[in-house]
């Protein structure tokens, strides 16, 4: 397998080159365009992608598109559905942990579950069921935006406010709390944050989109053209 990742950060595109017989399973909706070569297969097995009822708790699809180069070498391209980066981690043996629709795809050796984020993660309300991706294999995250990398020492901590969080490493403990009481969680635009203690990486995106839509709701809401500045446009 061989991989690119063009138009970055904005519009990340992922080019797959599979040899005869290779792999490669990602999410439903994903793919932008493949080869006459490429053969595809939904699967909901657990030998595909994400078959146990605890995958629903992650957010993620229960079923996963394969695509397999039968005629031949072929070609898969696959994006994100937000605008934003794409980033290649390549496992060994190991564990990812990556959150709510940040996953976009992997090889079919990558054993995809989903784990609870820990009681307190829940008490506070973070809704957080990372998906735990182990195995040897490359492994395809996707960010809302930019997607940023903190390389953390033993002991040193880090904090990222919830909607910013993409994935993490198995060495790395975290836990979810508000920020400060109700009062300044409202005055303050900020909710949920996460801890994040070393050794190990931890990615976020630097966009929230939760903060996105709420933005262009307001706009729309407030663009009536009637009494705000705004422009009334006719269609004939």
Do not use: C
């Amino acid at each position: 397998m061989e991989i690119e990742i063009t138009h970055r950060p904005a519009y990340a595109h992922l080019n797959v080159e599979l040899e005869q017989g290779e792999s490669i399973l990602a999410e439903p909706g994903a793919m932008v365009s493949h080869s006459s070569t490429i053969g595809i297969e939904t699967t909901s097995s657990r030998d595909g992608l994400l078959s146990s009822a605890k995958s629903m708790l992650g957010g993620e699809s229960l079923v996963a598109n394969e695509f397999t180069a039968e005629g031949g070498r072929g070609t898969v391209t696959l994006a994100p559905p937000k605008p934003g980066d794409v980033h290649h981690h390549e496992l060994n043996g190991e564990t990812l942990y990556a959150v709510d629709g940040a996953f976009l795809a992997s090889g079919p050796e990558i054993d995809i579950d989903s784990e609870f984020g820990g009681l307190q993660s829940m008490l506070a309300g973070a809704s957080i069921t990372p998906l735990a991706l182990k195995g040897t294999g490359s492994v395809f995250i996707e960010a809302f935006g930019g997607l940023e990398t903190v390389e953390l020492g033993s002991g040193e901590t880090y904090t990222v406010d919830n909607e910013h969080v993409v994935a993490w490493e198995e060495s790395v403990d975290f836990d979810a709390r508000r920020v400060g009481g109700l009062k300044s969680t409202l005055l303050s635009g900020e909710g949920l944050v996460m801890d994040f203690s070393g050794p190990g990486t931890v990615w976020y995106q630097t966009r929230g989109l939760d903060a996105f839509t709420s933005a262009i709701a307001g706009s729309l809401q407030g663009g009536n053209g009637d009494d705000d500045g705004g422009v009334n446009v006719d269609v004939f």
